[in-house]
């Protein structure tokens, strides 16, 4: 039997209405100018910008608490290089031979190929891991639950607050992605989840014209 629950009161700021429209009209207005970028600057961002967002990131909610995620920052040139070079081998595949008409349809607005120079040139690739299991402190082996919703939630965190703090992101899933834990030496228990590419845009970087749905088309209120 693990410890019953110790429970402690809530952190909680309730807000006037005001407040409330205030919050959450500029929040969606910072939002809306988030764009997944391909075109990055090599300018290096500040390391504690990159900490307090992973922190954010872990305050995702998640499946029994286990907080099923492992976040891996690259910066180093030589391992950027080679997860480009083991990314390019695979999205060749992928564009070449794996992907259907249909997908590469489906993409060809974005205007993406094999090509993955960002790989090497943006300052810091975070590598998104899926814990399937987390060892306690007696290192007794403990299922996880709800892995994909939780570091799902984890990343829309982590991109929220890395675009709150001024840096853009690409949510990059090369396909597959089983290189990725060998290249940073993971357990065979953690799954690549997600690539996100971090640091400033290039000067001159172009993002495709894409339009978002309206609030009308994404909900329903009954
Ligand atoms: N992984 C490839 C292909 C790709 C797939 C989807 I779905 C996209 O939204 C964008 C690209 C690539 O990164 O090029």
Known sequence: MTNPASF???DFKRLDEACMLQNSQSFYQLMSRRRTVRDFSDQSVPLQVLENALMAAGTAPSGANMQPWHFVVVQDAAVKKQIREAAEI???ELYDHRASDEWLQAIAPLG???KKPFLE???ALI???LKKFTFDKSGRKQ???YTAESVG???GILITALHNAGLAT?????????FLGEILRRPAYERPFILLVCGYPADDAMVPNIKRQRLQEISTFI
């Not at 690409?170 to 089983?178: I, Q, R, Y």
């Open 8 to 10: 402690i009161p809530l």
């Open 127 to 129: 590598a998104i891991f």
């Open 153 to 155: 939630i984890a990343t």
């Open 170 to 178: 690409l949510t990059h899933t090369p396909s597959p992605m089983k």
């Open 112 to 114: 993406t190929n094999a």
């Open 143 to 145: 299922k996880n639950y």
């Open 90 to 92: 695979e999205e060749r």
């Open 121 to 123: 040139k943006a300052p």
